[in-house]
């Protein structure tokens, strides 16, 4: 019958009543802009990442530009950052001033590690770029003990655990999230957030958001028109309660393919350590990455290669990214593939899914 992808639509089936609700509140309100469900939503999404601030602003890449300068970053300094990621990770960080310079990952979790940072870090890194990329965890801890502060990019993250408990967006100095319709938490168009237990960076991001303005009046900075909306917000606000089910239901997902043997024909993702990824995509790899894209789709199986160019390898990049050496990275690059995962993801879909694997395994 074929498994899709992606299933954003039956988790939202039995919320559509609240969701319509939330809409209506926001038209009878008429406000529209940094309004009271904004307010809320930073203020529960924070609570939720165990941060003491959030910062709603128009969408992740945004989040991530508007956070490095909150904490500092600017002309002359470096900023790490993995290779292996969406784009917008690296394509946020030259808006700063500053130098994007590239690391390699763990080819088995695919996050950047205390040792691949290590190897890259200069005297003008200013800061690094942890991306917790498919939904597993970088390990910010041992990151941030190298003497570097951690914004972590935890776009694809919402709902992960890390092994003290903890949840991405109080890992490290500060953290950005995307609410893109497609992520764990997703909204029905575009949203950012930065969460922080830093007020000083909270106060320098809201004011980046709004013009380089704290009051409307006053303009301090050269700033961005960048804010979360309130109907985005009202839209996320429904569906923050559900989010730890709907990441349990990711991680159900996992075991699933675990136990239905797949890890006997491809390779699997490997969770860092003591982390409980909310896997965003499930990304498995194969030398004969070719043979099994054609096997899936024959079966009608989604399927997708996100990264087959490395970001440092992109066109827009090549000021940065020549002459550099990530071959763990190429190797990810060249094997990944993303197959199907979401919330409501059954056995019987796994065994699916696995069956169209087994002739090209």
């Known amino acids: 019958m074929g498994v899709a992808l992606f299933d954003t639509s039956t988790p ?7 969701l319509r609700g939330a809409i209506d509140r926001v038209l009878d309100s008429e406000r529209y802009i940094l309004g009271p469900e904004v307010s809320a939503f930073e203020r529960e999404f924070a609570d939720y990442c165990g941060a003491e601030h959030g910062v709603g602003v128009a969408n992740g890449t945004d989040a991530i530009t508007i956070a490095l300068r909150a904490m500092g970053v600017g002309p002359g300094d470096e900023v790490l950052v993995p290779s292996f990621t969406f784009y917008a990770s690296a394509e946020a960080i030259p808006p700063t001033g500053a130098t994007p310079v590239f690391c390699d990952i763990d080819p088995e979790t695919y996050c950047v590690t205390a040792e691949t940072v290590r190897a890259a870090l200069t005297p003008r890194t200013k800061a690094v770029i942890a991306v917790h990329l498919f939904g597993n965890l970088a390990p910010v801890a041992e990151i941030e003990a190298l003497g570097v502060p951690v914004l972590e990019d935890a776009a694809q993250a919402a709902g992960s655990i890390a092994g003290d408990g903890r949840r991405p967006g109080e890992l ?15 909204a029905f168009g575009d949203g ?39 109907l985005q917000a009202a839209i996320l606000r429904v569906q923050l309660p559900h989010l730890d089910g709907w990441a349990d239901g990711r991680r159900a997902a996992g075991r699933h393919y675990e136990e239905a043997g797949l890890g006997e024909l491809v390779r699997l993702p490997r969770a860092t350590a003591g982390a409980e990824p909310a896997w965003h995509l499930y990304v498995v790899a194969d030398p004969a990455v070719g043979e099994l894209e054609s096997a899936l789709g024959k079966a009608g199986i989604g399927h997708k290669a996100y990264y087959r160019t490395p970001v440092h390898r992109q066109v827009a990049m090549r000021e940065w990214g020549a002459g550099v050496e990530l071959p763990a990275t190429d190797e990810a690059a060249r094997t990944h593939l993303a197959i199907p995962m979401s919330p409501v993801l059954t056995r019987e879909q796994v065994d699916e899914v696995v069956a169209a694997v087994r002739p090209a395994g």
């Open 192 to 230: 950012g957030m930065i969460t922080t237990s830093d007020e000083k960076i909270a106060e320098r991001a809201r004011t980046l958001r709004f013009h380089g303005s704290h009051d409307k009046v006053t303009y301090e900075q050269i700033g961005y028109n960048s804010r979360l909306d309130e």
């Open 172 to 186: 490290g100095k500060a953290a950005t999230f995307s609410f893109f319709p497609s992520k764990n938490l997703g």
């Open 12 to 18: 939202l089936l039995g919320l559509r009543e609240e």
